[in-house]
């Protein structure tokens, strides 16, 4: 089965800037959606394929995808950012997720 | 505004079975694939299952783990979404999260608890 492997955490300073990888083989040739998710509440679509905001996501937030690394980027991380973050894809019949990515911000 | 609200989490025993729903609203149900994710204590998403929508055949895809055991299923009339949950182990135990989509899952309800407990 198709597997996906994100750090298990990230610290980043205010203001800087946050990089959250997510591995897979062949990653590249498959859509990437991002979620966040805050303590006690259900996690929000940040990304879809690969690089799309929906709507009232910050611009902060951007998505890239190639080769076997998809990244998600937080620019000008805030502190209301830090939530634990997961990367996704279809693999032929099913969903995969990674196993989440705790983002701290201090 | 897209609501999802799920019910019907609750403390079961194992080799029980239970039934969850999704009521739906704020978007055209009948168009949209819809899934089910969980997420047991202290860990990360996992997905479960997903329904197409009947105009692509209504068919359905399951994780490995509740393949042969778990049931998705909709109801367009009622715009209502629902898993049945058989021979349930301890390890099913999870918030149980209804979503719009499958990748990506644009919308999330707030998740009902299941408990699988002897």
């Known amino acids: ?13 205010p203001g800087q800037t946050a990089s959250i990888t997510c591995s897979g083989d062949e990653l ?61 894809v279809w693999d032929s019949t099913a969903a995969v997720f990674g196993g989440g990515t705790k983002l701290t911000v201090l | ?51 197409k929508t009947k105009a692509d055949g209504g068919t359905t895809d399951y994780a490995a783990p509740v393949k042969g055991r778990f049931t998705i299923s909709r109801d367009d009339s009622k715009t209502t979404l629902y898993l049945q949950m058989n021979s349930l182990k301890t390890e099913d135990t999870a918030v149980y999260y209804c979503t719009t989509g499958s990748v990506p899952a644009a919308f999330w309800g707030q998740g009902t608890l299941v408990t699988v407990s002897s």
Request: proline share 6%; hydrophobic share 30%.
């Open chain 1, 1 to 13: 089965s198709y597997e996906l492997t994100q750090p298990p955490s990230v610290s980043v300073s």
């Open chain 1, 28 to 88: 590249g040739d498959k859509y990437v959606s991002w979620y966040h998710q805050k303590p006690g509440q259900s996690p929000v679509l940040v990304i879809y394929q690969d690089t799309k905001r929906p709507s009232g996501i910050p611009e902060r937030f951007s998505g890239s995808n190639s080769g076997n690394t998809a990244t998600l980027t937080i620019s000008g991380t805030q502190a209301m950012d830090e939530a634990d973050y997961y990367c996704q």
């Open chain 2, 1 to 51: 505004e897209v609501q999802l609200v799920e019910a019907g989490g609750d403390l079961v025993k194992p080799g029980g079975s239970l039934r969850l729903s999704c009521a739906a609203s704020g978007f055209i149900f009948s168009d949209n694939y819809m899934s089910w994710v969980r997420q047991a204590p202290g860990k990360g998403l996992e997905w479960v299952a997903r329904i």
